[in-house]
Antibody, heavy 127, light 110 residues
């Protein structure tokens, strides 16, 4: 069965770049399917970050598109997320402190659903 | 893109049926049969419960069912059980080839 596990720094300073890795086991990323990231700010709802298909297009949330990069490393069977210029909870813009989930995307188009999900990684933005 | 609209909370007694709504626009919920529903228990990752409006993944109880009318999708839980108490989120594919989630609904079993 497919399993996903997020990893990366739990603390990032404001204005720096958040980097997370998702290790996939039980399935080769290069064999197909979509792979994506979703985040959840503390006590709030889910927000789709983006979805990629190995060898194909990558789709991003328009509100994050200028700051986010999703990529695949088939040699390590990993998915990665980079989010630049992160902001803290007291900023006037949307904060980036959240639990970040990676997940397998299924369905038509750019992927219409996620299953399964990783357990999630909490990233706090603070100086 | 704006989040899909869900009621903040819905409650019911054990054995009853409840329905959670998810309202979007003709560019997402109304335009595609790609609505999914996720269950999330506290501190856990979301779990896919319904996809493509009304399909159930293997292993999901048939007490969970989905439907759609116009720009509004619905999740119905019949025979409510204590373990159904969780947050539920809808999501939809959009005309921009993106995904959008709902605001989330806390289901309480009285």
């Amino acid at each position: 069965q497919v399993q996903l596990q997020e990893s990366g720094p739990g603390l990032v300073k404001p204005s720096e770049t958040l980097s997370l890795t998702c290790t996939v086991s039980g399935y080769s990323i290069s064999s197909g399917y979509f792979w994506g990231w979703v985040r959840q700010t503390p006590g709030k709802g889910l927000e789709w970050i983006g979805t990629t298909f190995h060898g194909g297009n990558t789709y991003y949330n328009p509100s994050l598109k200028s700051r986010v990069t999703i990529s695949v490393d088939t040699s390590r069977n990993q998915l990665s997320l980079r989010l630049s210029s992160v902001t803290a909870a007291d900023s006037v813009t949307a904060a980036d402190t959240a639990v970040y989930y990676c997940a397998r995307g299924l369905g038509a188009g750019s992927g219409t659903r996620f299953d399964p999900w990783g357990q999630g990684a909490l990233v706090t933005v603070s100086s | 893109q704006s989040a899909l609209t869900q009621p903040a909370s819905v409650s019911g007694s054990p054995g009853q049926s409840i329905t959670v709504s998810c309202t979007g626009t003709s560019s997402d919920v109304g335009g595609y049969n790609y609505v999914s529903w996720y269950q999330q228990h506290p501190g856990k990752a979301p779990k896919l419960m319904i996809y493509d409006v009304s399909s159930r993944p293997s292993g999901v109880s048939n007490r969970f069912s989905g439907s759609k009318s116009g720009n509004t999708a619905s999740l119905t839980i019949s025979g409510l059980q204590a373990d159904d108490e969780a947050d539920y989120y809808c999501s939809s594919y959009t005309a921009s080839s993106t995904l959008v989630f709902g605001t989330g609904t806390k289901v309480t079993v009285l």
